[in-house]
């Protein structure tokens, strides 16, 4: 807030990444002046809320507005966030903001990208729990340290940060799994009540599901509910190895 | 053929056609609970979502699920849990409903957790259960209860991820980014299924089915400060209310005690039911003048209303004495950032501070739409006959925050709206399995009734001229705010129709300036003013005519709750623009009725 009001900045030089591919027109940047209230340090979101009222054929996805619906992953400077959540001062350069869709995947128009690989990595991994056990009338029982392995897993929001800013899937968006869907994986896997644990690491056993991640640790740096699905690739790394041994 | 640059009028032949045994409107708690018991009977089941599904509203649900597991306290019993709710209704929540949603509760729950749900964990690795406002032992004689079950403060999240996956593994379609615009209807009145269109490329179907829910949550855009999402913009009631259904109890929004004072995010009741309290400027705990009893776990509406009086009389805090602070800080970072971790996330984001070492500042946000589209405890729409009696609309079922099957009545509970997103949910999918089974029939929809369906997108396609969506948005959720907010009196509800029927004349006349087909939110966002329309006027009108006060609904100029002639759902057509009445149900199956008393906290 006070990185903005103390500037005292009013208009921000926002330019936007413009594509219909309707339209038969190439992509372009489009740039605008947009005026914010004065003394407050509004949310990018928020920034292209007012800049939609100027233009509505500008298109993005939002919903929540809160950081908990995953709907507006972009890329703000050069970096992956949400824009719901991403506010102006940490954002800035100078009173420019530069703004892409999330890099790596087909563009469907303007901010808004196409997920389907993203979400069919994400359904490969079987992403519900397996337990073939015959269910007790209440809940099954899980201790408090069982169910804290879960914890920096769970909250995932699928907004698809961390897949679009890691080069490994970039390069390989169909075999290698992805930060995204590898943290699910490792959901399942720490479940103390699924029961498969080994065909899920049976599954991903190949050379690059799990194994074309090189640990360059840009999805964990990207990610905005600060979790680490480095950490949990190599989990699942050191579980296969040592299944192999 | 998509809706393109043209703007060229649509009918029944230029509609592509996709047929499902049932289709359900909504990717929410709600709709995915319906459409998971379909599924996984073999039926082709679509889920229509104008996104996709985890973005739903239901993913902010922090607090908890509200149900009588026996974890916390196994002497728990669903019928306290019943006597909580009817009393938190004020007594206009159907007793039939009530009874039957806290009495199927525990396993609706444990299906949930032996789905997958991450619940938070007791030191037995039972299931987690906190205190929430409103909730007692054994019929308010016993104090405090603890029952509501939570995966830490994000219980909504971990809910709807974990039906998602539970559809994927079900075989359920997703008919994801698509937007429902009206239900069409046959000759007899009967649905048959949904005009929609496929967001991405414009292309508009009719999607066909003996069976259609409608899930499409809450509405609380129809505010200018609101905890709900963008999304939230009252799609199915809008159209039931153009298909010439009614709706029920629109005049009852509940104002959430603590939303971020600026912003209208919302922060849990769970703060205050893991020790937070509220305080004034002079640091004082008000609510203890309110409520002696339950304090700041009260019911929302009263705490709302206390924290309203405490800023009119000049005792806010900040520099315009206009927001109270929550106060967490003497709680200790290990119960704040265990117990409340998106808290402290929220706080930092939207409040700028650390609710570890500062009070967050706070005032009520419209929150939740106890009314909705009427229905019985299997979803099925009702709609009235002009002698006071209900039919069943057919094909036509409608199920959490959009629907009103009335478990909510004046008054929501906090925790309640889960547990009725799944429990009638689940009804309205087992009610269609079976029906299925029997076998329906339902007689075909010409192309003129399709048609019909259609008016209303063609005319955002083809205007012309007229007027901007985000302006009229704007002008809509101020006046709703001004004149029909916390405290309402008749003289500004009256000021306020007036202007809500400019408004309407407006949106008559709304121009969409872009009409190209891929991907056009400025698209979406005309059809949904339409329905933001429809709702706020259903609101208005109720709220004027509802001559007292109860529950949410609080008028100055009606001080009391008036038994004699308002112990009665209020019913609201849009053709006619007029409110009639319904009797509450208090004929529960199992335990006595509980009769109406003064309701203090
Ligand atoms: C911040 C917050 C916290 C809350 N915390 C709690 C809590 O702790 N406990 C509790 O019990 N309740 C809580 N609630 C209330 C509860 O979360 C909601 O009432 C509930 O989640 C609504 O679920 P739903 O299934 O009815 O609708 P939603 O989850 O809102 O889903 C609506 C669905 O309908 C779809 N849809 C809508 N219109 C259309 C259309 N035209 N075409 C196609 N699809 C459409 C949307 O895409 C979406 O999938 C909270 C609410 C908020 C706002
Ligand atoms: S650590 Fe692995 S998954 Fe993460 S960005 Fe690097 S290569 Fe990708
Ligand atoms: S791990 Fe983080 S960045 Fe990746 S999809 Fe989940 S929430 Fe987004
Ligand atoms: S709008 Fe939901 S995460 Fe940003």
Redesign the interface.
């Known amino acids: 807030?006070d990185a903005i009001a103390s500037k005292s900045i009013s208009s921000i030089n926002l330019s936007i990444y413009r594509y219909?591919?309707?339209?038969g027109k190439k992509p372009f940047m489009q740039d605008l002046l947009i005026d914010i209230p004065e003394g407050q340090d509004i949310m990018v979101l928020d920034l292209l809320n007012i800049a939609?009222?100027q233009d509505?054929?500008i298109?993005?996805?939002?919903?929540?507005?809160?950081?908990?619906?995953?709907?507006d992953g972009m890329n703000i400077n050069g970096k992956n966030g949400l824009g719901c959540?991403t506010?102006l001062s940490e954002a800035l350069r100078g009173n420019k903001i530069v703004l892409r869709p999330l890099p790596g995947l087909p563009v469907?128009?303007?901010l808004?990208v196409d997920?389907k690989q993203f979400?069919d990595q994400y359904?490969k991994i079987?992403?519900?729990?397996i337990?073939d056990e015959e269910?007790p009338?209440?809940?099954?029982?899980?201790?408090?340290e069982?169910?804290e392995k879960?914890d920096g897993l769970?909250?995932c929001?699928?907004c698809g940060c961390c897949s679009t800013a890691c080069p490994s899937f970039w390069w390989n968006p169909d075999k290698f799994l992805g930060p995204a869907a590898l943290l699910q994986a490792h959901r399942?896997i720490s479940?103390s009540?699924?029961t498969a644990t080994e065909e899920r690491l049976d599954q991903l056993e190949d050379a690059f599901s799990v194994f074309k991640c090189h640990g360059i640790m840009n999805c964990v740096s990207v990610c905005p509910k600060g979790l680490n699905p480095t950490k949990a690739i190599n989990e699942i790394k050191k579980k296969l190895v040592k299944r192999a041994l | 053929m998509a809706m393109n640059g043209k703007g060229e009028e649509l009918d029944a032949s230029k509609l592509k056609v996709l047929e499902y045994d049932g289709i359900v409107v909504g990717g929410g708690g709600s709709g995915l609970m319906a459409s998971l018991q379909l599924a996984q009977s073999g039926f082709k089941t679509a889920v229509v979502s104008k996104v996709f599904p985890t973005r739903s509203h239901t993913v902010s649900a922090q607090g908890g699920i509200t149900c009588a597991i026996q974890s916390a306290d196994p002497d728990d019993d669903w019928r306290w849990h019943m006597y909580d709710t009817v009393k938190g209704s004020d007594f206009i929540g159907d007793q039939d409903s009530i009874e039957y949603m806290c009495q199927e509760g525990p396993k609706a729950v444990f299906e949930l957790e032996h789905m997958g749900l991450p619940f938070s964990r007791t030191e037995e690795g039972k299931i987690y259960q906190r205190a929430f406002g409103g909730q007692s032992k054994d019929y308010g004689k016993g104090g405090q209860a603890e029952r509501t079950c939570a995966a830490a403060d994000r219980t909504g999240h971990a809910l709807l991820h974990t039906l998602y996956q539970a559809n994927l593994k079900a075989g359920t379609n997703f008919l994801s980014e698509w937007f429902a615009v009206d239900l069409v209807k046959n000759g007899d009145n009967q649905v048959v299924g949904v005009i929609a269109f496929e967001i991405e490329t414009g292309e508009p179907y009719f999607l066909k089915s003996k069976a259609t829910v409608l899930a499409t949550g809450g509405a609380g855009r129809i505010y200018q400060t609101t905890s709900n999402a963008m999304i939230n913009t009252g799609d199915g009631t809008g159209m039931v209310l153009r298909a010439g259904f009614p709706v029920q109890d629109m005049e009852m929004w509940q104002f959430h005690p603590t939303g971020i004072y600026g912003h209208g995010t919302l922060v849990t009741e769970g703060c205050r039911g893991e020790g937070g309290y509220l305080v004034n400027k002079d640091g004082e705990r008000f609510m203890e003048r309110y409520a002696p009893n339950y304090k700041d776990l009260a019911s929302r509406d009263v705490v709302a209303r206390s924290m309203m009086l405490e800023i009119l009389e000049g005792r806010g805090c900040g520099p315009n004495a206009d927001h109270v602070y929550l106060k967490l800080d003497h709680l200790g970072p290990e119960i704040v950032h265990k117990r409340l971790p998106g808290i402290t996330e929220l706080s930092k984001t939207f409040a700028h501070v650390d609710p570890v070492e500062h009070p967050i500042p706070v005032v009520p946000t419209c929150h939740y739409a106890m009314g909705g589209i009427p229905t019985n405890v299997h979803g099925q729409v009702l709609t009235q006959a002009t002698d006071g009696t209900d039919n069943v609309v057919h094909g036509l079922y409608a199920a959490g925050e959009a629907a009103c099957v009335s478990v909510h009545g004046g008054n929501r509970l906090g925790g309640n709206s889960l547990l009725d997103l799944i429990v009638f949910g689940r009804s309205a999918g087992l009610h269609i399995e079976n029906s299925l089974k029997d076998g329906i029939t339902l007689s075909k929809a010409t192309n003129d009734d399709i048609d019909q369906a259609l008016v209303n997108l063609n005319r955002v396609n083809i205007s012309s001229t007229g007027e901007d969506v985000a302006s009229i948005k704007s002008e809509l959720q101020k006046n709703m705010q001004l004149n029909f907010g916390v405290f309402r009196t008749g003289d500004l509800m009256e000021k306020g129709l007036v202007e809500l029927e400019n408004i309407r004349e407006k949106t008559q006349n709304i121009h969409l300036t872009d009409k190209s087909s891929r991907f056009n939110t400025a698209r979406v966002e005309a059809l949904e003013l339409l329905n933001l329309m429809e709702v706020a006027q259903a609101t208005a009108v109720s709220a004027n005519e509802r001559k007292e006060s109860r529950g949410a609904h609080a008028r100055d100029d009606f001080q009391d709750r008036d038994d004699e002639n308002w112990l009665k759902h209020s019913i609201y057509f849009a053709d006619t623009k007029e409110v009639t009445k319904r009797d509450v149900n208090f004929r529960p199956k199992i335990v006595q009725a509980f009769q109406p008393i003064v309701r203090s906290y």
């Open positions: 807030m219909d591919p309707d339209s939609k009222e509505p054929s298109s993005f996805r939002r919903s929540c507005g809160e950081g908990v619906c995953g709907s959540i506010p469907i128009k303007d808004i997920m979400v359904k079987k992403p519900y729990l337990n269910k009338e209440k809940e099954i029982k899980q201790s408090v069982e169910r879960l769970y909250e929001i699928m399942f479940d009540r699924d």
